[in-house]
């Protein structure tokens, strides 16, 4: 079973419009030799289409951090799927643990973002993880299941299609700390089971699962080399074009071997 292998890249608050056209055409440029891998860039709303004008015409996909859900109306500082859509977007981050963390974002805000984005014929990344005293209390495996049953209420196995998981374990973000491959593959193992019960199989054997935090060039193959992991979501090796490169070219050796 050959799963597409995703690698993104989530921007999070940086670079202005002139640092986000740059490094989208450093990317573009050291990424022309990428063909088994889909490449995702994420930058913060103001630079989607500006950089969508840089990777247009390549095989690079653009994607936003965040939606609301509805599709317009008085919902100061919010951006709905279709303005996203109107910037060039294909993809879109949803429950990311630094929004359910700093900006109150639950299961059922997570299950309706959703819902939204898919419904505008957007792709999902969805992000679940657990926080490091539930990693200590022994419940990641609870934790991420009630995350994974509450995001994907009310969808069906075609919704799916159009969805990636992103295991982050929230203790590993930005921190330097990364989940060995074990505790990685371990949780992977245990989120497609849980799709296997939701869904069925095929779903579940489809599903691009990505592994995210602190993933750098120096740590990629190992981590990306297990079985239920198939891309990775990257947050700070993103932002120079030489490790966020690094990383795509590190999944694309191991996707044609
Ligand atoms: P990090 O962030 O790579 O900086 O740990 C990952 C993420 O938050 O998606």
Known sequence: MKRKKVIAGNWKMFKTNSEALQLANQIRIKTTDIKA????VCPPFTALANVNEVIKESSIALGAQNI???????????????MIKSAGATYVIIG?????????ETDETVNKKIKAALENSLKT??????LLEQREANITREVVTKQIKGA???????????????YEPVWAIGTGKTATPE????VHAEIRRV???????TVADNLTIQYGGSVKPENAEILLKQVDIDGALIGGACLK????????????NLSNE
Not at 68 to 78: D, I, L, S, V
Request: hydrophobic content about 40%; overall charge negative.
């Open 152 to 166: 994907f209420a009310g969808l069906n196995g075609a919704d799916m299609q159009h969805v990636i998981i992103a």
């Open 195 to 201: 799709i296997n019960e939701l869904f069925d199989k």
């Open 68 to 82: 609301y859900w509805e599709k317009e109306g008085a919902f100061t500082g919010e951006i709905s799927p279709g």
């Open 125 to 130: 990344i969805v992000c679940v993880g657990e």
């Open 183 to 186: 505790q990685a593959q371990e």
């Open 241 to 252: 074009a030489d490790s966020f490169s690094a990383i795509i070219h590190t999944m694309e």
């Open 96 to 104: 990311h643990s630094e929004r359910r963390q700093y900006f109150g």
């Open 37 to 40: 891998t889909q490449i995702i």
